[in-house]
T-cell receptor, first 111, second 115 residues
C-alpha cells in the first residue's frame, strides 16, 4: 500500500516557465512533508519542507503548498532552470521519525 | 562541513556471497538511517539508530541483514547471504536528532549488483 504517491513519473518544462510537481498521500497522521532532489549517482538532497500546521512554505524559487483536506501537496519551481533537472521525491512522516517516500518525478528543464 | 560518506560506491557480487557497506555520518549527528532504494522507487527505511541503539528495525529482513553502529558513530550494514533481489542502492543518512524539523542528510549510496 503506497502511502505517498507521485503519479507523474516525468515532467518536461521549458526554461523560465513554472514547474509543478504533485504528491498525494493517504495517511492523515502525517504531520511533516518534505521534498528531496536527486541527481544521478548522488544521494537525495533536502529541498524544502512544510509542517501540517501550514499551507504554504516558500524558499526562493521553491514553494510547497499543502492541502490537507485533499491530502495533496505540490512543489512549484519558478522560474525553472536547466540545473533543476533531476528526480524529485516527495516524503512524509509522523514526527519526522520515519520518512515515507514517493516513487519520484523526473523533471527535465529544456532551453 | 563534510557530508555523509559511504563506501564502497559500487559492489558486484555473486549470489550467496556476503557483502558489507560502511557509513560515516556527519559529525555530531546522533541519528543514523539505512535506506534501500530499488530502481524506479523511493528510498525505504531499513533501520534507524539513535546513537548506538537501533530504535526502529522493523523493516530490516533479519534472516539475512544485520547492522551495527559501534560507539554511536560509524555504521555497517551486512547482507549474508546475498540474493538476486538484493540488487539495489543502499543509502545512509544522518540527522542531528529525532523529531522536530531536522532534515536527513543522505550519502551518495552504494549500488549493489548481485549476479
Amino acid at each position: 500500500d503506497q502511502q505517498v504517491k507521485q503519479n507523474s513519473p516525468s515532467l518536461s518544462v521549458q526554461e523560465g516557465r513554472i514547474s509543478i510537481l504533485n504528491c498525494d498521500y493517504t495517511n492523515s497522521m502525517f504531520d511533516y512533508f518534505l521534498w528531496y532532489k536527486k541527481y544521478p549517482a548522488e544521494g537525495p538532497t533536502f529541498l524544502i519542507s512544510i509542517s501540517s500546521i501550514k499551507d504554504k512554505n516558500e524558499d526562493g524559487r521553491f514553494t510547497v503548498f499543502l492541502n490537507k483536506s485533499a491530502k495533496h501537496l505540490s512543489l512549484h519551481i519558478v522560474p525553472s532552470q536547466p540545473g533543476d533537472s533531476a528526480v524529485y521525491f516527495c516524503a512524509a512522516s509522523v514526527n519526522t521519525d520515519k520518512l515515507i517516500f514517493g516513487t519520484g518525478t523526473r523533471l527535465q528543464v529544456f532551453p | 562541513e563534510a557530508g555523509v560518506v559511504q563506501s564502497p560506491r559500487y559492489k558486484i557480487i555473486e549470489k550467496k556471497q556476503p557483502v558489507a557497506f560502511w557509513c560515516n555520518p556527519i559529525s555530531g549527528h546522533n541519528t543514523l538511517y539505512w535506506y534501500l532504494q530499488n530502481l524506479g522507487q523511493g528510498p525505504e527505511l531499513l533501520i534507524r539508530y539513535e546513537n548506538e541503539e537501533a530504535v526502529d528495525d522493523s523493516q530490516l529482513p533479519k534472516d539475512r541483514f544485520s547492522a551495527e553502529r559501534l560507539k554511536g558513530v560509524d555504521s555497517t550494514l551486512k547482507i549474508q547471504p546475498a540474493e538476486l533481489g538484493d540488487s539495489a542502492v543502499y543509502l545512509c543518512a544522518s540527522s542531528p536528532s529525532r523529531g522536530g524539523d531536522n532534515e536527513q542528510f543522505f550519502g551518495p549510496g552504494t549500488r549493489l549488483t548481485v549476479l
